[in-house]
Each structure stands twice: as structure tokens, then as C-alpha cells.
T-cell receptor
Framework: GAGVSQSPRYKVAKRGQDVALRCDPI?????LFWYQQALGQGPEFLTY????????KSGLPSDRFFAERPEGSVSTLKIQRTQQEDSAVYLC?????????????FGSGTRLTVV | QKEVEQDPGPLSVPEGAIVSLNCTYSNSAFQYFMWYRQYSRKGPELLMY????GNKEDGRFTAQVDKSSKYISLFIRDSQPSDSATYLC????????????FGKGTKLTVNP
């Protein structure tokens, strides 16, 4: 497609439930990023993939968060045993090469609400 | 000290006004400087990008970087109601992680 596609757009989860968020990057983009944006805050880095390799996961807040990109295209961010503090917008971004050279294109995000 | 400081506003201006948005940063490794615009319920979109001190102009937008003071600015001339959005400064390190470090964002409203 023309842009980065994320699904679902909205997700309401009961505390303790597992959720999976999907990101379809722009075709041919090798770099893929996940960010978490809390209300009234800027995006915070979670993790980075180059093709299928997860090169940086330093931003994942706990071992309840897991991301994968098994074939180097679609990526899934999984959150286990969701907590209220996980409520946020989860943004996916992709880039043709290194982001600083080619720029990043963001999706519209998945708004997760944990009740 | 936070890595990036950005006044969250909100900022409200009349149509046609000149808008000045600012960020300070503390990390000397930041070498790439960006401004993103984020409309409500949308992802950030890149507005301006530079890697050197000085000014860069694109239409009604001017990005200014002062590396010695660790200070960046975005100026919007002849502001329009369609400029109403949250503006995020973002930084990227040279030779380090690929991640972007964002400010909190400044919410701007341009009133017709």
C-alpha cells in the first residue's frame, strides 16, 4: 500500500488479557520501528528491526512486551498480561534504509485502552 | 536533566501570525534534527529535517539549529488554521542507535 498500515485502530483489553498489534510497513522498507505514545507525550522508542533481525529492543518496558518480524515485512507487537499503564497509542514507522538518510513514515497507530 | 525539553503549550494564535516553536537538548551525540507534525488521531509526519547548524527554509516553514546552544526552533509564517496540530521535535544520534528521541510536543491552534 501507499503508507504504513496498522491494525486494529482501536483495542480495548481487560487487565490481564494478551493483545497483538499488527504493522504493515511500506513495501520494500527494510527498517521498522515501534513507538509508544502516552497521552500528551511524545513517542517513546520501543524496538527496531532491520529486515527480520531485531537490532534494538532497549525500549521495551518489560518482558511482557515482545515484537517479531519473521519474514522481514509485517511485524507484530505482543503485550502479555496487559496492565493499565500499557494504555497508549502504539505507533509503527518504517524506512527504506537508515531512517536518518531516508526519513521515517509513521502509521496512524493503534490506540490501546486497558480497563 | 531530560534529554529533550519542549514546552507543551498549548499555543493559540490568530490566522496569519508568525509562530515560534522551540526545543532544547542535552545529548551532544544528536546530529540530526527533525520537526514532525501530528494531527489528532494520526501518526507524526516529517515536516523539516536538517543536520547542520543554521537555517533551512521550506515554504512557510523555517527550521533553525544552534548546536553550540543545543537549541532548535521551527518558525511558521502566515499561519493557517490547517497548521493546527501538535508539533514534535525529534533527534537522531550520529553512529548510534537508529531510534528517534522526541520532545513532548507543542499543541498549536490557529484561529480563523
Amino acid at each position: 500500500g501507499a503508507g504504513v498500515s496498522q491494525s486494529p485502530r482501536y483495542k480495548v483489553a481487560k487487565r490481564g488479557q494478551d493483545v497483538a498489534l499488527r504493522c504493515d510497513p511500506i513495501s520494500g522498507h527494510v527498517s521498522l520501528f515501534w513507538y509508544q505514545q502516552a497521552l500528551g507525550q511524545g513517542p517513546e522508542f520501543l524496538t527496531y528491526f532491520q529486515n527480520e533481525a531485531q537490532l534494538d529492543k532497549s525500549g521495551l518496558p518489560s518482558d511482557r512486551f515482545f515484537a517479531e518480524r519473521p519474514e522481514g515485512s509485517v511485524s507484530t507487537l505482543k503485550i502479555q498480561r496487559t496492565q493499565q499503564e500499557d494504555s497508549a497509542v502504539y505507533l509503527c514507522a518504517s524506512s527504506y534504509g537508515q531512517g536518518r538518510d531516508y526519513g521515517y513514515t509513521f502509521g496512524s497507530g493503534t490506540r490501546l485502552t486497558v480497563v | 536533566q531530560k534529554e529533550v525539553e519542549q514546552d507543551p503549550g498549548p499555543l493559540s494564535v490568530p490566522e496569519g501570525a508568525i509562530v515560534s516553536l522551540n526545543c532544547t537538548y542535552s545529548n551532544s551525540a544528536f546530529q540530526y534534527f527533525m520537526w514532525y507534525r501530528q494531527y489528532s488521531r494520526k501518526g507524526p509526519e516529517l515536516l523539516m529535517y536538517t543536520y547542520s547548524s543554521g537555517n533551512k527554509e521550506d515554504g512557510r516553514f523555517t527550521a533553525q539549529v544552534d548546536k553550540s546552544s543545543k537549541y532548535i526552533s521551527l518558525f511558521i509564517r502566515d499561519s493557517q488554521p490547517s497548521d493546527s496540530a501538535t508539533y514534535l521535535c525529534a533527534f537522531h544520534s550520529q553512529g548510534g542507535s537508529e531510534k528517534l528521541v522526541f520532545g513532548k510536543g507543542t499543541k498549536l491552534t490557529v484561529n480563523p
